[in-house]
T-cell receptor
């Protein structure tokens, strides 16, 4: 069974803190994605990666960075958390074709106070 | 980024009824289409892919109309457990400069099945 895991289900951080969200997939997928989901706004793509050490900006990359040192792991970094980054963060992966379905992790609900 | 439009609902439907959703997409080059289901506070999960010839999986039927650029999902004999948000998803060929595809998600249609 395919599996995407995320390091935390719930996280509470203070404004200005550096935040790391980790995602691991066991499907040997080339592509990995980070989204945030907010009520009324749907899923919005932050960053994605189609190979180790490769990264590309999505639709809303400001305030975020990513790291992909190993194929199975994709990290999202909030350099200095702000209250408007309070959201549900979802990681996903897909095979190299790219137009295939994406498999999602369970999500991390981040609250920045 | 191209658009995928859905009626957000909510659709309140009595148990056992048939319900249908549509979604429209703007990128005529899109090649892959999906319906995802998302339960409250959970991650989206693939419900079914949508093929050009249409496809059926039990009580669920998906149709694609390329000429009009819309996708539909029909649920027959609805169950209480069908209550969820249904996301229409379309691929974006060459989304990245590296040539990789992306997926564009609609904002979802909220379905409530009532006993």
């Amino acid at each position: 069974d395919v599996k995407v895991t995320q390091s935390s289900r719930y996280l509470v951080k203070r404004t200005g803190e550096k935040v790391f969200l980790e995602c691991v997939q066991d499907m040997d997928h080339e592509n990995m994605f980070w989204y945030r989901q907010d009520p009324g706004l749907g899923l919005r793509l932050i960053y994605f990666s189609y190979d180790v050490k490769m990264k590309e900006k999505g639709d809303i990359p400001e305030g975020y960075s990513v790291s992909r040192e190993k194929k199975e792991r994709f990290s999202l970094i909030l350099e200095s958390a702000s209250t408007n980054q309070t959201s549900m963060y979802l990681c996903a992966s897909s095979s190299a074709e790219g137009k295939d379905e994406q498999y999602f992790g369970p999500g991390t609900r981040l609250t920045v106070t | 980024r191209k658009e995928v439009e859905q009626d957000p609902g909510p659709f309140n439907v009595p148990e056992g009824a048939t319900v249908a959703f549509n979604c429209t997409y703007s990128n005529s080059a899109s090649q892959s289409f999906f319906w995802y289901r998302q339960d409250c506070r959970k991650e989206p999960k693939l419900l079914m892919s949508v093929y050009s010839s249409g496809n059926e999986d039990g009580r669920f039927t998906a149709q694609l109309n390329r000429a009009s650029q819309y996708i539909s999902l029909l649920i027959r004999d609805s169950k209480l457990s069908d209550s969820a948000t249904y996301l229409c998803v379309v691929n974006e060929p060459g989304y990245s400069g590296g040539g990789a595809d992306g997926l564009t998600f609609g904002k979802g249609t909220h379905l409530i099945i009532q006993p």
